[in-house]
């Protein structure tokens, strides 16, 4: 009698007990699971990746698309137009070698390529180049290097031959230093030492 009395005491109460549990275990069910929704795995996975991508190095980059620096053109005693423009020659990579040679053969740093213009030959002017040494550049002379390379020449030929360029050729004549491309010369010969200069293009 006694033991049917405590059952119908105990069992509404047990019953609000698993109603209780139930009602508390749906948050924390909800609670687990929600990290490992398809929607937050998605969304996480990118900015995760995102996170741990390596830097990129342009390093190797920089050194493959370099380009080795150009040679410079030193002036001695520069000289100058009457219009006040500086008076200029280059010298071609051919012709800073062949210096560079002579001067190493002959043991002698000092090694120029002296120029000069005179009247004659066969179209009026013609140019000499001869060896020397950068030593014996006067106040009237100028002096172009490049590369270790020295070519001297005086200002009145500077004036003639101006925006030049002293090259080295191999021809079926022989190799030689020659003054080519300039922009004043309006004809030359065949030996190409011999050329007339238009004056109009001044």
Known sequence: MMLR?????LQPKLGQFSSLTRTLAIPLTLHIQLPLTRANYTTEAPQQAKRTRAPTSLSNTSRSFGEAPK??????????????????????????????????????????????????????????????DVNTKTDEDCVFEKGGAKVIIDD???????????????????????????????????????????????
Do not use: W
């Open 5 to 9: 009395s405590a059952r119908r005491v």
């Open 71 to 132: 040679h410079q053109l030193r002036i001695i005693n520069k000289k100058f137009a009457d219009d006040g423009k500086l008076l200029i020659m280059d010298i071609s990579d051919r012709a800073i070698t062949k210096l560079n040679n002579i001067a190493q053969e002959e043991n002698n740093p000092g090694v120029a390529l002296r120029i000069s213009v005179e009247s004659g030959g066969c179209h009026g002017f013609q140019y000499n180049l001869n060896l020397s």
């Open 156 to 202: 009145s030929s500077l004036g003639i031959l101006r925006e030049s360029t002293v090259d080295y050729t191999t021809e079926l004549i022989g190799s030689m230093f020659k003054v080519v491309d300039s922009p004043y010369m309006a004809s030359s010969c065949g030996c190409g030492s011999s050329f007339d200069f238009d004056f109009s293009k001044l």
